[in-house]
């Protein structure tokens, strides 16, 4: 049974960082990516990130490119998405989900999603 449980998420000031783990379960990072997609109130869930299962190459949407770092550690089979410098616009529950690869880092392509977890920039 394949799942993904997202951890880390909490509040913090413009500026501040955090690291958010993608936790896998019923398969192997080897063979499949990992993306990260944020929704934020009344908004529709956006990609951010993704890292391949295959030679982990990585995307990242222009909004947080040089901010934020995918990473994995497959010894763990979790996936890490460091977040710095963050904004208030960085507000949003953020979802990891799998996929095959990154090739199109958009929600229909994602197969199996966690339940999300609440990061919120405010002063």
């Known amino acids: 049974q394949v799942q993904v449980v997202e951890s880390g998420g909490g509040s913090v000031q413009p500026g501040g960082s955090l690291r958010l783990s993608c936790a896998g379960s019923g398969f192997s990072l080897d063979y499949y990516a990992i993306g990260w997609f944020r929704q934020a109130p009344g908004k529709e869930r956006e990609g951010v990130s993704c890292i391949s299962g295959s030679d982990g190459s990585t995307y990242y949407a222009d909004f947080v490119k040089g901010r934020f770092t995918i990473s994995r550690d497959k010894a763990k089979n979790t996936v890490y998405l460091q977040m710095n410098s963050l904004k208030p616009e960085d507000t949003a529950v953020y979802y990891c989900?799998?996929?095959?690869?990154?090739?199109?880092?958009?929600?229909?392509?994602?197969?199996?999603w966690g339940q999300g977890t609440q990061v919120t920039v405010s002063s």
């Open positions: 989900a799998t996929v095959d690869e990154c090739t199109v880092v958009a929600v229909p392509i994602f197969d199996y």
